[in-house]
Structures are given as structure tokens and as C-alpha cells.
């Protein structure tokens, strides 16, 4: 395999997130410090977050937009973080948050934290119950903590926690 950064090579999207760990006010901050950094198209930083702490408004508003099978598992984690963009050209709007994403993802690495993107919820809820402006758009919604225990999770889940990362060969991605 080729040299990877530890922080690339171990990054991990789990579902079992310890249900007692907390997200500090330091961590969070650099989870976001990070993602502002992101490249962006003429640095129009389109990107917008909710940061939700476990059991907080954000939080509960955030989780309950989720499906009933994602719940399950993400109630656990520490913080719920929506990512969103606004920019009068969406596409390249959202490109340019998955680039903070990233950020924020390697940021969370070198932490000690993991996170898990999830791209199915109800936007039109979350909108709602966030209140978020017309022209903000929820892409993503972030799970955030420390790895918790796979035997906690339900069977089908902790099969999938459990099994081994894999990944398509590079020969696999590159276009002809």
C-alpha cells in the first residue's frame, strides 16, 4: 500500500460512539476552526454549521430529522454537527462544503475523535426546527465522539462495525 498519513489511513466512520463521552469546547472549536479553513471556490466560504451538543435543542432537533435506523446508533454520539451552504451557485457551493467537511473529518482524526456523515434526513424539517434562512441548505448531518463499544449495537450493525474496511482499487476510480 502507498504511504498514507496516519490521519487518512486510520479514519474511520464508526456507529458505536461512547454514549458518556462529551465534546469539549476546545474540540468543537477546532472541529470548526478546521472546516473554516477549507479551500472554497474565490473564497466564498459558503459553508454553514448548527452545532448541536448531546442533549441539547440543536441536538435533539438535529437527531430527530434522522431516520428511526440512523437514531438508533447516533444518539450516542457527543455532537451533531449540520453542515449547509448558501452561495448563489449550489453546486459548487456544495462542493466547497465537502471540502470543509474534510477538513473538519481530519481535524477530528488527529483529536482522538471519529466522526460519521450522514447524508439522509428530513432537510425540510431540520430547516424548520432550526430555523435555518431560505437560501441555507443542510447537505450533511455529522456525528461526533469517541468510539464506543460495537457490541452495543444492534447485530446487523455491529456486523458491519466489526468487519473489515474496504475500499475500491485506485486502477478502479480512474476514468478512462
Given amino acids: 500500500m502507498v504511504d498514507l498519513t496516519p490521519l487518512l489511513a486510520f479514519r474511520w466512520s464508526p456507529r458505536a460512539f461512547d454514549p458518556a463521552a462529551e465534546l469539549t469546547g476546545e474540540e ?3 472541529l470548526l476552526e478546521a472546516a473554516r479553513w ?10 454553514r454549521f448548527a452545532l448541536g451538543h448531546r442533549d ?6 438535529t437527531l430527530v430529522s434522522l431516520p428511526e435506523p440512523d437514531q438508533r446508533w447516533a444518539r450516542h454520539a ?20 465537502g471540502q470543509a467537511m474534510a477538513h473538519l473529518t481530519v481535524q477530528a482524526t488527529a483529536l482522538g475523535l471519529y466522526v460519521h456523515q450522514l447524508t439522509r434526513f428530513d432537510r425540510a424539517a431540520l ?3 432550526l430555523d435555518l434562512p431560505p437560501a441555507v441548505r443542510p447537505l450533511v448531518v455529522v456525528a461526533v465522539g469517541r468510539l464506543g463499544d460495537p457490541l452495543d449495537l444492534p447485530e446487523e450493525l ?8 474496504r475500499r475500491h482499487p485506485v486502477h478502479a476510480l480512474l476514468l478512462r
Avoid at 449540520?82 to 462544503?97: K, N, S
Fill in 127 to 129: 430547516c424548520a426546527d
Fill in 38 to 47: 477549507a479551500p472554497s471556490t474565490g473564497n466564498a466560504q459558503p459553508w
Fill in 56 to 61: 441539547d435543542e440543536t441536538w435533539k432537533r
Fill in 28 to 30: 468543537a472549536s477546532s
Fill in 158 to 165: 455491529r456486523r458491519r462495525e466489526t468487519a473489515l474496511r
Fill in 78 to 97: 457527543a455532537a451533531l454537527v449540520v453542515g449547509a451552504h448558501a452561495g448563489t451557485d449550489p453546486e459548487r457551493a456544495a462542493y466547497d462544503l
